[in-house]
């Protein structure tokens, strides 16, 4: 009689599925399919996808690859704490360090370039995110992401981290000048 | 004790002695945490207004860590443990399986409860929730989760065992009611959840202690969300089963087809479990493909069942109402419904809201390229907060106006106010999720103290819209938390001083359910079928904003920077 009953045709699983229904169910399918195939086109035709590229790694190797990338070009330093501005060699690998609490170096790339940016953790979990064009990747200690980058709009970017990373975590901005 | 049945005046349910103490412990207990953790929501709330930014940035901290832990965790399980007994031992007419382990179970839970908010509000474990590695919380914080997720465990075996007792005891015929069977599917997946979560808690434990040297950081986030993500299909299911407990009650609705909707319950229990990489879909340590497979067919799977139930419950009412005459137009059946009842509202803006709201922004927050649109922004708990508060919590706050009389015999205070309590809190809290949503959009981080970065060595504006968003979000979080308050005012209000209820007669042996089958073949051809076409209406809209709001999302994505 109701959902709180035991349903009363004792052969409930025999009960025809009246039309409506079916169609509903028919149309959530497909709906799910079409979904599943947009993922598959947009790894196909789209331009934005997240790479696959990633490696196991320690603090101290990345750091060490990080700074050997800083000292050989770096074009300039900023703010109190000389902060190295990196420009990142067009269509060459960038490094970005994610620590308690700051994104380091500041890069400095092209428009229309494509850029290897090597991602990775010297501690705690971190997020990138980038502002205002708002693109949001995970950074994990222990893994160096290679992510492949094009930046489409000249214009000073910030990086906010988005992964809460303990009581500094506010103050955590990095930056990227886009020329 | 031995057990006796006591049949409610009112509604005529049945209530084994140790089932009803146990449910009443237990919801008593719900309460209790959710006004700890509405205390903290307030206190999130008016630090992240940026006008009003309460707290300083460790006190933040804490409270966002008590706040997550007390809502999600603790106000949930505990009533879910009530729905679990009343959905076996009430439903069915039996007596509680084993009420001693039972009772371990609440206990175990209650300790575990305050001894992680002990290590919360010590200072030392402001770690959230989730409580990513290599980041430390003190030991007892991890050993009074494990506590919890024991008692839980031992909770659902007695929900198992109660079964068992009811079938072997032949108070029911045939086949199991559907809310029973969705309050099932609850606890198969609460077992699966229950045993991932030992997989990562106890080695986080030890590693706590200093037994364990290192926990991977990467596979800590995969298999902690193989315990937070399927957490939440259980109260997806709970939830469901109480639409459908409600629209039973209320209306005498039936299902529209057992079939379907236990179908999709089993959908459940097959797909959700394997939907916790939508959590990592912006994570560094998983394949592409991967991140596809378990986004997309599996986790469809289960958005196919949560559509199918979003069809047959508003279906199940609309069929009731037209069995009874109201049959004008398109929406009468829906005009006509007890708006003023507070169970039937507080069900109906939930579903909505749950659909809508959290349903369209979840599956568009779940698919792998848009998630690095959103992943980690203000959007996640705008989307959360219309899944697990205007969905799960909503439906629980409305079930319990029914609750009260029947189980705790205690007529509600100040109905007036009861009337008015769920469409502040489910419309408020609609909002606060939807701007929290929009300020995601722009960007605006969650679990960050200050849009200002202040000590940070530049300077980043937020657009204007953004602050904007936040403000919205301060005014209706505060208005949610005098929604939700005020629900606790009356609940515990009546609970002191309603009116006491009769409550009905006592016996010592149990009165089984009638056969269905012989009551029903007499009033069989008064059931004949009724079309809903209000409900497929309303199910059209649902399905033109999701597909409309999933394709917007793929344009804003195709204008950011590229990424390969
Ligand atoms: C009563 C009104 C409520 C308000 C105003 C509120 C407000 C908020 C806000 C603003 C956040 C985000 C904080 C941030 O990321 O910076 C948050 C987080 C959260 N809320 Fe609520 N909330 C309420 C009720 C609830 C309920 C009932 C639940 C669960 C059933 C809940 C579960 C959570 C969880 C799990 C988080 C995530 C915590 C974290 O990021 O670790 N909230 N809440
Ligand atoms: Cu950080
Ligand atoms: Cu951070």
């Not at chain 2, 031995?2 to 049949?7: N, V």
Request: hydrophobic fraction near 50%; include cysteine.
């Amino acid at each position: 009689m109701s959902a709180i009953l035991p349903p009363s045709n004792r052969l409930w699983w025999k009960q025809p599925i009246d039309k409506v229904e079916w169609a509903w169910i028919a149309i959530a399918f497909v709906w799910g399919m079409v979904m599943f195939a947009m993922m598959v086109y947009w790894h196909v035709y789209g331009n934005q996808n997240l790479s696959n590229e990633a490696y196991k790694t320690t603090p101290e190797l990345f750091a060490a690859k990080a700074e050997k990338f800083i000292a050989e070009n770096t074009i300039r330093t900023e703010t109190e704490q000389a902060i190295p501005v990196v420009k990142v060699p067009a269509g060459g690998d960038g490094y970005l360090i994610a620590r308690l609490w700051a994104w380091y170096p500041i890069l400095e790339l092209e428009k229309g370039q494509t850029y290897k940016i090597h991602l990775s953790s010297m501690d705690y979990n971190h997020g990138f995110s980038l502002q205002p064009v708002n693109i949001n990747i995970q950074v994990i200690p222990g893994y160096e992401h290679v992510v492949r980058m094009t930046p489409t709009k000249e214009g000073t970017y910030a990086i906010v981290c988005n992964e809460y990373c303990g009581i500094g975590h506010h103050s955590m901005l990095g930056r990227i000048y886009v020329k | 004790m031995a057990s006796t049945y006591r049949t409610c005046p009112v509604s005529g349910l049945q209530f084994e002695n140790h089932a009803e103490k146990l449910m009443r412990w237990n919801a008593v207990a719900g309460v209790l945490w959710l006004l700890v953790g509405g205390i903290t929501a307030l206190l999130v709330i008016l630090t992240r207004w940026p006008a009003i930014k309460l707290l300083p940035a460790d006190q933040f901290y804490l409270i966002l860590t008590a706040h997550g832990i007390d809502m999600l965790i603790l106000w949930i399980l505990f009533f879910e443990m009530a729905v679990l007994y009343f959905a076996s031992s009430t439903l069915l007419r039996c007596r509680l399986a084993a009420p001693r382990i039972a009772w371990l179970g609440f206990w175990l839970m209650a300790i575990g409860g305050i001894v992680t908010n002990i290590a919360i509000f010590q200072g030392e474990s402001s770690v959230m929730f989730t409580s990513y590695v290599p980041m430390q919380a003190a030991p007892h914080f991890y050993l009074g989760i494990i506590l919890v997720a024991v008692g839980a465990l031992l909770g659902v075996a007695v929900f198992f065992g109660t079964l068992v007792v009811a079938k072997r005891d032949r108070t029911y015929q045939g086949s199991l009611p559907l809310v029973t069977f969705g309050a099932l599917t609850a606890a198969i997946i609460a077992t699966f959840t229950i045993l991932a979560g030992a997989g990562i808690l106890l080695p986080t434990f030890l590693w706590s202690v200093g037994l364990i040297k290192e926990i991977d950081a990467q596979l800590y986030r995969m298999v902690w969300w193989g315990l937070g993500h399927s957490s939440q299909q259980i109260n997806v299911a709970a939830h469901v089963s109480v639409w459908y407990l409600t629209a039973a009650v209320i209306f005498g609705a039936k299902p529209l087809s057992e079939k379907v909707s236990r179908f999709a319950f089993l959908l459940y229990i097959l797909f959700l479990q394997l939907a916790s990489a939508h959590h990592l879909l912006s994570d560094p340590g998983m394949s592409a493909e991967w991140k596809v497979l378990n986004t997309s067919y599996f986790m469809y799977f289960a958005v196919m069942a949560s559509m199918i139930h979003g069809f047959t419950v508003p279906g199940a009412i609309e069929a009731a109402q037209r069995r009874k005459g109201y049959t004008n137009g398109l929406f009468e059946w829906l005009r006509k419904a007890p708006w003023g009842n507070p169970v039937f509202s507080g069900m109906f803006i939930s579903l909505v809201s749950f659909g809508f709201l959290g349903g369209i922004s979840g599956v568009v927050l779940g698919t792998e390229q848009i998630n690095m649109l959103m992943h980690n922004t203000f959007y996640v708990p705008g989307h959360f907060h219309t899944t697990v508060v205007t969905g799960t919590t909503l439906a629980f706050m409305a079930i319990t106006y029914l609750l009260v009389p029947v189980l705790f015999q205690r007529q509600m205070i100040l109905p007036k106010l009861c009337q008015i309590q769920p469409y502040l809190f489910g419309i408020s809290m609609s909002v606060l999720g939807l701007v929290m949503m929009g300020a995601g959009t722009l960007g605006v981080s969650r679990r960050h103290w200050d849009m200002a970065f202040s000590g940070a060595p530049f300077q980043y504006e937020w657009p204007g819209a953004a602050y904007l968003m936040m403000g919205f979000t301060g005014i209706f979080g505060v208005l949610a938390v005098i929604g939700g308050g005020l629900w606790i005012l009356l609940v515990v209000g009546s609970l002191l001083f309603g009116k006491k209820l009769d409550g009905g007669k006592v016996s010592t042996r149990p009165t089984p359910i009638p056969d269905q089958s012989q009551a029903a073949s007499a009033v069989a051809h008064g059931s004949e079928h009724v079309g809903v076409p209000g409900t497929v209406v309303l199910a059209l809209l649902l399905f033109v904003c999701f597909v409309l709001y999933y394709f917007v999302n793929w344009k804003y994505l195709s204008e950011v920077w590229l990424l390969s």
